[in-house]
């Protein structure tokens, strides 16, 4: 059976649900397998994606029976997804593109959170647990939209987002006040997504099981988010054998939009497992932490926050990192510590030349300005008839770069995969300033009509009728009031 690791004490173990219950070690550490399962290509090339995604993730989480994991990708994807395919890929003329937009919010973080409930609450049978598990999230807008949706409905679950009143887009809004299940809760609190987090955090500190309820969180470092986005690496592999374009057993590359490091980790897992990955390109913005760390192997978070337009890539501290140091460092978990430790007293630390030298074999880094990303949209658009948002755009240009870097010539005649975060009708009012000649309107309604009435592209399902809808969540509180109103509205109404 698989053992999982903290990154900072080897005597912290588990096994896989617990692993996922917990969602991060007691020590302040992540869960990490020490060694991964290896899968044979051939056997796998021809499943579609539930079975792909039931095969490798029944792997991963041996612990689980294997029917418990098939009823869980099941219950997943089989409605959610707009597409049968789940995750698609378009192959336009410089890159293939992976689309992870298909689900209930239009953005990649669906792929994980339509997964994570099921595995939640089969992880609590598992254990013989007989609760109904809270989960609690801030938000700056996606993960809280995403993991609003993926728990909708799910028995024996209640999730509930606290976002910034004036921080978020008004379609990321919509989607979590307009949402129609009854066990799902959006509060909005008078202060930014730092409070709203803070407030988070210490409601975690604070709050104590009950003999009916725990406590847990959608955080990407759950080992439970990180594992259902391993599957589209290798469906995305397989979909280029099938255009032909690469024969089994070739090497390709992926270029992946980052913030905090979680969907670009789980392409290192895929190439750990036996997926031929050549390198894995990082696309940052201008918070450019990961280019300069790749670069250099110092990660300094000691610099101004820049509020791009690809808001779910404006991190300066990526949480996953932590278990590509682990990798890196050979598994020592007192090194990894001391980093960590390091980071937060000074908010940066330097890496060993050794481990740098075994990162920089797989990973190298590009960034974007918000300048360049806009003229990206605006150029692939134009040149493919394809639309990409923000985030996509800052991964498509970095690919470019990778592709013109007289550093990296042998690597890019492998196939590069541009992985698609977003939906592009999920930030109109960018993908607007960059294909319209017009001015654009401030209102989100008009926005998505004329990005409609432009392109005479339809916007995914879920965001067209979106903006109508009644919102069904008004509160707004005060941060001071996080505790009390989860007690008020889950604890003591239970
Ligand atoms: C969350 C998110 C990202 C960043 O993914 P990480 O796993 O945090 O690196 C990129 N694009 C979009 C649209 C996202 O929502």
Request: proline share 4%; aromatic share 10%; hydrophobic share 35%.
């Amino acid at each position: 059976m698989n053992i999982f690791y903290s990154t900072r004490s080897d005597s912290n173990t588990c096994d896989a649900p617990s692993a996922i219950l917990k969602g991060l070690a007691q020590d302040g550490g992540l869960f990490t397998l020490k060694e991964v399962p290896q899968f044979d290509l051939e056997s796998l090339q021809n499943l579609d994606f539930i079975s792909l995604s039931s095969t490798i993730l029944s792997q991963y989480l041996d612990s689980y029976p294997k029917d418990v994991i098939q009823d869980c990708v099941e219950s997943a994807y089989k409605q959610n997804f707009d597409t049968k395919e789940i995750t698609p890929l378009k192959c336009l003329k410089d890159f293939s593109i992976l689309e992870l937009y298909h689900g209930p919010t239009a953005a990649f973080k669906d792929v994980a959170l339509c997964l994570l409930p099921h595995l939640l609450l089969a992880s609590l049978k598992q254990k013989n647990l007989n609760k109904t598990i809270v989960i609690l999230t801030a938000t700056s807008g996606d993960t809280g939209s995403a993991a609003l949706s993926g728990f909708s409905n799910v028995p024996n679950t209640k999730a509930l987002a606290f976002f910034p009143n004036n921080g978020i887009s008004e379609i990321q809004r919509a989607q979590m006040t307009t949402l129609e299940a009854n066990n799902v809760l959006a509060c909005a609190i008078d202060g930014n997504f730092d409070q709203a987090q803070t407030g988070v955090k210490n409601i975690f500190a604070n709050i104590k099981e009950t003999d009916s309820l725990m406590f847990s969180s959608a955080n990407s470092i759950n080992f439970g988010r990180l594992a259902p986005q391993i599957v589209y690496y290798f469906k995305s592999y397989f979909d280029l054998v099938k255009t032909q374009k690469i024969k089994v057993g070739d090497k390709v590359n992926f270029c992946v939009p980052t913030g905090n490091f979680g969907d670009i980790l789980a392409g290192f897992y895929a190439k750990l497992s036996g997926l031929p990955i050549n390198k894995l390109i990082c696309a940052s913005n201008d918070n450019k932490v990961l280019t300069d760390f790749f670069e250099t192997g110092h990660y300094n978070k000691n610099r101004d926050f820049v509020i791009t337009t690809s808001p779910s890539m404006d991190i300066l501290v990526s949480s996953n990192l932590e278990r590509l140091l682990y990798y890196s460092l050979d598994f020592d978990s007192n090194q990894v510590s001391q980093k960590m430790q390091e980071l937060k007293e000074k908010g940066s630390y330097q890496m060993p030349q050794k481990a740098m030298d075994k990162i920089r074999e797989t990973f190298c880094s590009y960034w974007v300005s918000q300048e360049e990303a806009k003229q990206t949209i605006k150029e692939v658009y134009e040149k493919e008839n394809y639309l990409i948002d923000p985030h996509t755009a800052v991964a498509y240009k970095a690919a470019l770069n990778f592709k013109s870097d007289s550093k990296f010539l042998e690597d890019s005649k492998y196939q590069t995969i541009v992985l698609s975060t977003a939906s592009a009708f999920k930030f109109p009012k960018s993908v607007l300033e960059a294909i319209d000649l017009k001015p654009v309107s401030p209102s989100a309604k008009d926005q998505l009509e004329r990005l409609c009435s432009l392109t005479k592209a339809q916007p995914p399902k879920c965001l067209q009728n979106i903006l109508n809808k009644e919102e069904r969540f008004k509160d707004v509180i005060d941060p001071s009031k996080m505790m009390d109103y989860v007690l008020t509205k889950e604890v003591n109404n239970d």
